[in-house]
């Protein structure tokens, strides 16, 4: 694409989009998709301010990656037309949508939410609403048994990544993708799940994860984690 090509796609694209920090111009708008803060009480507070401004057939999706979508459900005046509609980031390059269920929900918002997903030129997953849903339920309890790897000294951070690179064929290695993602990040999903499913042995939060946060070594945002970055590249 050459650029003026690239321009005019990106004016028409801005030219569709209106900004604003007022609610209350939410009230004629058909989807709704939070993807506040990811704290219960702050997403909860939401749905109850956006029970009284959306209209009664909008569809409210929350973007949560880790959270109880039937928790947060709840807090609206219909938890029926609430549904999980997890985007990957970055948002724009990521193909993936998770879209969650809960006991709730109705055929038509679920039906509905799958086909906008599919219109805005994605790919969706159906999932129950399961800690995690599909790839964080996987992918966060590999991050951790990755670290516990490091943390009893069975193998170091680049063998480790150097496995999962060229023995499963993954593009970035555990390690590295904790410190990409956010070690505090990583550390939150795993204390609040381990807090609400204690007896889930997948749930494990090593003590390494917890000094790095506690250091302020939060991974590639900070400049530091388990390796040490510059911008998005590791230089040690």
């Known amino acids: 694409?050459?650029?003026?090509?690239?321009?005019t796609l990106v004016s028409n694209t801005l030219s569709r989009i209106s900004p604003t920090s007022n609610k209350e111009d939410l009230r004629e708008c058909d989807i709704i998709i939070e993807a506040i803060v990811e704290n219960y009480e702050a997403k909860k507070?939401?749905?109850k301010e956006l029970s009284k401004v959306a209209k009664k057939d909008a569809i409210v999706a929350s973007n949560t990656s880790s959270l109880s979508i039937t928790e947060i459900a709840e807090q609206y005046s219909d938890p029926s037309h609430i549904i999980g509609v997890h985007f990957f980031n970055p948002v724009q390059l990521m193909q993936l949508v998770e879209v969650i269920r809960t006991r709730h929900v109705a055929e038509?918002?679920?039906?509905?939410?799958?086909?906008?997903?599919?219109?805005?030129?994605?790919t969706p997953i159906s999932c129950g609403d399961t800690p995690g849903f599909v790839v964080n339920r996987l992918l966060v309890p590999f991050l951790s048994q990755a670290v516990l790897l490091l943390e009893r000294k069975d193998a170091t951070k680049e063998d480790i990544d150097t496995a999962m690179k060229l023995g499963s064929g993954h593009p970035m290695g555990p390690?590295?993708?904790a410190d990409y993602v956010g070690l505090d990040t990583t550390l939150s999903i795993l204390e609040g799940w381990k807090q609400n499913y204690p007896n889930e042995p997948a749930f494990v939060v090593p003590n390494l994860l917890r000094e790095k946060v506690a250091q302020g070594k939060l991974g590639r945002k900070?400049?530091?984690?388990?390796?040490?970055?510059?911008?998005d590249k590791i230089v040690a």
């Open 1 to 7: 694409m050459n650029a003026d090509k690239a321009n």
């Open 45 to 47: 507070g939401l749905m």
């Open 108 to 122: 038509h918002v679920f039906s509905t939410s799958l086909e906008f997903v599919k219109q805005v030129g994605k």
């Open 175 to 177: 390690i590295q993708l």
């Open 222 to 231: 900070t400049g530091e984690g388990f390796y040490v970055w510059k911008d």
